[in-house]
Structures are given as C-alpha cells and as structure tokens.
C-alpha cells in the first residue's frame, strides 16, 4: 500500500492537467466570442462551428480525467486484494502462481488485476472486514466507473438494464464540477480504505 503523499501527488497532477487545459479552453472560447462580438463571424451557425473544437477539447479533458481516476482506483483496489487473494490461492487445490505452473501453461494464470471488479471488492471486505459501500467517496468512485465504462462501451449512453433510474438512449453529460468532484472522491474513498485495512 502507498503513501497518502504519493496519492495526494498523483491527484494534483490529475487536477493541474484539468486546470490548464480548462484555462486553455476558456481563453479560446472568450477569443472566439470577442470575435463574434466584433461581427468578424458570419453568425450562430459560424460560432458553433468555430468553437466545436474547443469545446469538444473540454469534453475530452473530463473524459480523460475519468479514466484516469478510474485507473488509479482500480489499481489501488488490485494492490490492496493482492494480500487477500495470495491467501485465498494458498488453499486452493490448483496452481494460481506463476512459480507453481509450468511455462507453457503461464497464460491460464490469473492475476488479481484479471479479476472482475465485483470479485476484487469481494477479496477486500472479506479480507479486511470493510463494506466499501459505507466509505466516503464510493459513491463517487462508483459513478465515475459507469461513466469509465459508459464511454468505453456505449459512447456515453447509459445502461438503462443496470440503472434502473435511467431512460433508454439518456447520456453521461459530465461537467467541470463532476471532474473536480470525481478527483475529490477518489482521494476521500482511497484514504479512507487504507485507513480501514491498517486498523
């Protein structure tokens, strides 16, 4: 398990790539909008044209603040089942490790990072003796994942069969704040489980 500096370091750089490119993308736009102001555009349809790639470029940051939140978690999740899931191959009748499995057959062996999410939260609260639902920020962490997968998989769309507070055809639309929240959520959720697993 990590430091909580190097946690609160890899979060900053998460929000300064955020912040620069928003400052970024709001210099343009206001630039744009001086211009249209100045009539130097020929109207709405020009403007929404000339700022598409702007916007389109703020779409893109918070998306790729998303996976990256996604990212960390999942791994920090994958390192903290790693304890659990040595234990639980300990016991178990067939090879789970590398050193107990011939070369040839190196490719049948699963990793606690080749677990379903489902499995690797599993592995923790057994393990640890947590219900990671009741820990700050796992709701965000778990709304930041469907987005994660949402775009992925569906371009955004959410899965009306697995949310059942969703339409058909209705879209993750993520926001500045929503990035700012996921970044918040992330570090209380991660705290608050290495918190939990050193009690």
């Known amino acids: 398990m990590r430091h909580y500096i190097v946690l609160d370091v890899e979060l900053q750089a998460i929000r300064n790539f955020l912040n620069k490119t928003l400052d970024a993308v709001d210099t343009e736009a206001a630039a744009i909008c001086r211009q249209e102001e100045s009539h130097e555009s020929c109207g709405l349809d020009d403007l929404a044209n000339t700022l598409f790639d702007t916007m389109e470029r703020e779409a893109i ?3 790729a603040v998303f996976y990256e939140i996604n990212a ?3 791994w920090e999740l994958g390192n903290l089942a790693l304890e659990a899931y040595r234990d639980s191959a300990r016991h178990a009748k067939t090879p789970k490790f590398l050193g107990d499995v011939p070369v040839d057959q190196a490719s049948r062996v699963k990793f606690v990072y080749d677990l379903p999410i489902g499995e690797i939260h599993w592995l923790i609260e057994q393990y640890y003796e ?3 639902s009741n820990l ?11 987005a994660v997968n949402a775009f992925k998989h569906r371009k955004g769309f ?5 949310d059942l507070g969703s339409k058909p055809l209705e879209r993750f639309e993520l926001t500045r704040e929503n990035a700012y929240e996921a970044i918040d959520g992330a570090r209380s959720f991660l705290r608050a489980l ?3 697993s050193l009690g």
């Open 61 to 63: 940051a918070i998306r």
């Open 72 to 74: 960390l978690v999942e």
């Open 130 to 132: 947590v219900k990671l």
């Open 136 to 146: 700050p920020g796992f709701a965000e962490v778990q709304r930041v994942r469907q």
């Open 158 to 162: 959410k899965d009306f069969r697995k």
């Open 194 to 196: 290495w918190k939990q």
